[in-house]
C-alpha cells in the first residue's frame, strides 16, 4: 500500500458519521460491530464497473451516491433496516478530486439513511466500486421473493422506465431530459417502504433489470405465473414527454435501473397498501395479480416487444 493510498483512505476516514453500535470502524484489520439482540444481519454486495455500469464521464459524485443506493436499494427490497457498509474503491491513479468528490456523493445518501462506512480496501487499477451493505431484519419477518401466492395483487411504487428513457436518449445522441438523468444517476432507494410492507407484502423485489425480469424473479422462487397490463404501468411526466406510447410501455415495462419496489400482497391488503402510499407520499400502484402456473403475461405489450411478452 502506498502513501497515496494511505491519504486517500485518511480523506475518506476524516468524514465519515459515528454510529453507536460501531465498536471499531475505520483503522484496523477488521470492523468490530455489535447488532442488537433478535435481528437477522441481511447482507448485500454490489459492483459498479466504469464503461459497464455507468458512462466513464459520469461526476464522481454521482457515483459514490449510485454505489450506494443500489445496495440500500437491496436491503429496502428485503424489508430490512441499513446499518453499516465496506466499501472496496479501485482507482487507476491516487486521485484525491475523484475520492472527494465520491465522497460527496457517498455521505450524503449515507446520512440520510444512517449507514456507517465501516471499513473497505483501496486498490490500484480500472475504475471500480465494490460496497457490502448490512441491514437489520427481524428473525422471520425479511420480504423475500418465494412467499407470493395465487390470488395476490402485484404492486409498483413510484413510476417506470426513467432512467431507461436516459439511457435511451444518450444512446440517440438526444439530449437527455434533467428528470430521467436525476433518475439514472441518483436512484432513490425505497427503504421506508421496504421497512413499511414487512407483514403486508408477500414477496418484494427491486427493480434493477426491468419490472418484466425482476417480476420473473418472484414468479420463478414462489412457483406462480403473473399477469399485468402494460396500461396500468405508473410513467412519471417527464417520461410521457419524452417518448411516444409504444415506446415509453417497452421501457416501463423492460427498462432497468428505476429502483423502484415491485412487491405482491394479498388482496385483502389492498387498503393498507393504499394508506402506506399516502403515508409515504409515494405512488403504489397495482399492475395485475398472481396466477397458476408460471411465467410474466403482459397484456399490451405483445406487438411492442414480444420477446418479452411471455417472461418466463
Ligand atoms: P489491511 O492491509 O489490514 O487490509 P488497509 O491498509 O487495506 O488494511 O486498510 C486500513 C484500514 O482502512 C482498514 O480499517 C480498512 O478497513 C480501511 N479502509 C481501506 N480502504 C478503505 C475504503 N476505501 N473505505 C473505507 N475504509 C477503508
Ligand atoms: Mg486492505
Not at 450524503?108 to 431484519?137: E, K, Y
Not at 438523468?181 to 421497512?195: E, K, N, Q, Y
Amino acid at each position: 500500500m502506498s502513501e497515496g493510498e494511505f491519504d486517500l483512505i485518511a480523506r475518506i476516514r476524516r468524514r465519515i458519521a459515528a454510529r453507536d453500535d460501531v465498536a471499531l470502524g475505520i483503522g484496523d484489520d477488521c470492523a468490530l460491530l455489535a447488532p442488537p439482540p433478535g435481528i437477522q444481519l441481511a447482507v448485500t454486495m454490489d459492483t459498479l464497473n466504469a464503461g459497464v455500469h455507468f458512462p466513464p464521464e459520469t461526476a464522481p459524485a454521482d457515483i459514490g451516491w449510485k454505489a450506494l443506493a443500489v445496495n440500500l436499494s437491496d436491503l429496502a427490497a428485503m424489508g430490512a433496516q441499513p446499518a453499516w457498509c465496506t466499501l472496496s474503491l479501485t482507482l487507476p491513479h491516487a486521485d484525491a478530486a475523484f475520492v472527494d468528490g465520491f465522497c460527496d456523493g457517498f455521505l450524503a445518501l449515507a446520512a440520510q439513511h444512517d449507514v456507517a462506512l465501516v471499513g473497505g480496501d483501496t486498490t490500484r487499477g480500472p475504475l471500480s466500486v465494490s460496497i457490502a451493505a448490512h441491514g437489520f431484519v427481524p428473525a422471520g419477518a425479511a420480504l423475500r421473493r418465494d412467499g407470493a401466492r395465487v390470488g395476490d395483487e402485484v404492486w409498483v411504487s413510484g413510476t417506470l422506465g426513467d432512467a431507461a428513457g436516459a439511457l435511451a436518449q444518450w444512446q440517440a445522441g438526444t439530449a437527455i431530459a434533467p428528470p430521467l438523468r436525476a433518475r439514472l444517476d441518483r436512484p432513490t432507494p425505497r427503504v421506508a417502504l421496504g421497512l413499511a410492507l414487512r407483514g403486508i407484502a408477500s414477496a418484494c423485489i427491486d427493480i434493477s433489470d426491468g419490472l418484466l425480469a425482476d417480476l420473473a424473479h418472484i414468479c420463478r422462487a414462489s412457483g406462480v405465473g403473473a399477469e399485468l397490463e402494460a396500461d396500468t404501468l405508473p410513467a412519471s411526466d417527464a417520461l410521457r414527454g419524452a417518448f411516444a406510447a409504444d415506446a415509453r410501455r417497452v421501457l416501463q415495462a423492460t427498462g432497468g435501473d428505476d429502483y423502484e419496489l415491485c412487491f405482491t400482497a394479498a388482496a385483502a391488503q389492498r387498503e393498507a397498501v393504499q394508506a402506506l402510499g399516502a403515508r409515504l407520499e409515494l405512488p403504489l400502484t397495482r399492475i395485475g395479480r398472481i396466477v397458476a402456473g408460471s411465467g410474466v403475461h403482459c397484456a399490451g405489450l405483445d406487438d411492442l416487444a414480444p420477446g418479452y411478452q411471455h417472461f418466463a
